[in-house]
């Protein structure tokens, strides 16, 4: 997607902002002489943010409205080191319940609804997103946080929920506790809005199949507002964005470079209108890619795919950045397999070899069925990989994660 016109003179205000608040940000747009910006090319030589500019930044550096503006602060969970601190205005708070309400109106969900919302409350971004974009749209919120299923389902079925919010796992096991205690017939869920962590299509097949609701994927990260800035419509067809609030660039996680729409690479998200801490350029490592065209939905938000994985498991074969989740894809159409297989990444006579072993679930041609395989990598990726169909069961299982990608280049 082309930045617009008023996109760019948003930038520019973000821009002044960030420069008078002298946060890292703006010193970095001073040290490079950027005092604003007027095309698009400008705009593709602004530098990037990322998580660890944020860490540096602790507690406040990224303030950048003036504190008598900053009304909360919200916190990511850093695994390592320093946490990251995101202030917020009054009008960062509601632009962000703004942009969750249209989420929740995406999904067909209304004020007579009655929303129950299992995400955590506290430093982080999750719980609360999703209570006042309930709240915005008027509908009505059992704000139970996580956790305690007797309590849960108990409310569930007194208030008569019609809106589950949840992790995909979470609803799984929600959906499995509710079949075992036989109280079906007392749920009145419709819908589940459900994180974006990354979940197959298995799993959100029986998470619908048993609840027997609608699933939509909401998207965000705390860096930018958090959960609610992209879901998916009825006609899932990818998650359309807000981009009157957020620019998105699908870039390639090693050249840099803007990728053209519908090709596959890492989320940069510019912040248009955000105050307490605006982000120009914020990569996030989640890989997806812009899906060209217009949703049969008729609405004109552009739309980003199912977040494919992270930039850390992308694989360079051949010159060519392959991610596990696309031959993943790939098999995924081929009925013929079943839901096992393996990547070997070797180096074979000096060039890169993408080995794939799959297993098929009932009697084919062997040879054929690795041939079409090969072939729709091919023409889907760009690159022929050696495919190997094997018998059900012979690759191996384990009761944790299964690793299915092993790099066998050891040079
Ligand atoms: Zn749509």
């Given amino acids: 997607m082309q930045i617009t016109d008023l996109q760019i003179s948003q930038v520019n205000d973000r821009i002044k902002a960030l420069v008078k608040a002298g946060s890292f940000y703006g010193k970095k747009l001073e040290e490079a002489g950027i005092t604003g910006i007027s095309t698009a090319e400008d705009f593709e030589k602004l530098p990037f943010s990322e998580k660890n500019d944020l860490r540096e930044a602790y507690p406040l550096g990224l303030m950048t409205a003036p504190e008598e503006e900053i009304v909360r602060i919200h916190s990511s969970s850093g695994t390592t080191g320093l946490p990251v601190i995101i202030p917020y205005t009054a009008k960062d708070v509601d632009d962000w319940a703004i942009m969750f309400a249209r989420c929740y109106e995406m999904a ?34 059992i704000p139970m946080g996580p956790g305690n299923t007797d309590k849960q389902l108990q409310m569930m079925m007194d208030m008569k929920s019609t809106v589950i919010c949840s992790t995909s796992s979470y609803a799984l ?14 749920i009145h869920l419709k819908k589940g809005v459900i994180g974006s962590e990354r979940w197959g ?36 067809t990818g998650m359309h964005y807000w981009d009157d609030y957020l620019y998105i660039e699908i870039i390639d996680p090693v050249t840099l470079k803007p990728v053209p729409d519908g090709e596959m690479g890492e989320i940069v998200i ?33 739309r980003l795919d199912t977040i494919m994985g992270r930039t850390d498991d992308m694989m360079k074969i051949k010159g060519v950045n392959v991610f596990p989740s696309q031959i993943e894809e790939i098999l995924h159409q081929f009925e013929e397999c ?20 799959v ?25 022929t990989p050696l495919v190997k169909v094997v018998e059900l069961g012979l690759l191996p299982r384990s009761e944790k994660k299964t690793k299915r990608v092993i790099e066998e280049r050891y040079d």
């Fill in 108 to 141: 067909g969900i209304t004020n007579t609804d009655r929303i129950q919302v299992t995400p955590g409350y506290g430093l982080w971004t999750a719980g609360i997103g999703f209570q006042n974009g309930a709240e915005k749209l008027g509908a009505m919120v």
């Fill in 173 to 186: 096991l929600l959906a499995e506790e509710i079949e075992k205690r036989g109280i079906k017939d007392q």
């Fill in 201 to 236: 299509e298995t799993m959100r097949q029986r998470i619908s199949n048993e609840l027997g609701i609608e699933l939509y994927d909401i998207y965000g990260l705390t860096e930018i507002y958090g959960p609610g800035i992209g879901i998916n419509c009825k006609y899932n």
């Fill in 270 to 302: 510019t912040t248009l209108v955000k105050e307490g801490a605006p982000l120009i350029r914020y990569r996030t490592h989640d890989l997806s890619r812009i899906i060209p065209g217009e949703c049969p939905c008729g609405s004109k938000h552009p």
């Fill in 338 to 357: 079943s839901s096992e297989y393996q990547i070997r990444i070797s180096h074979l006579d000096g060039k890169d070899t993408m080995r794939i072993y």
């Fill in 359 to 383: 297993e098929t679930n009932g009697s084919v041609d062997f040879a054929d069925l690795a041939k079409r395989i090969a072939e729709r990598v091919k023409s889907k990726i760009g690159f």
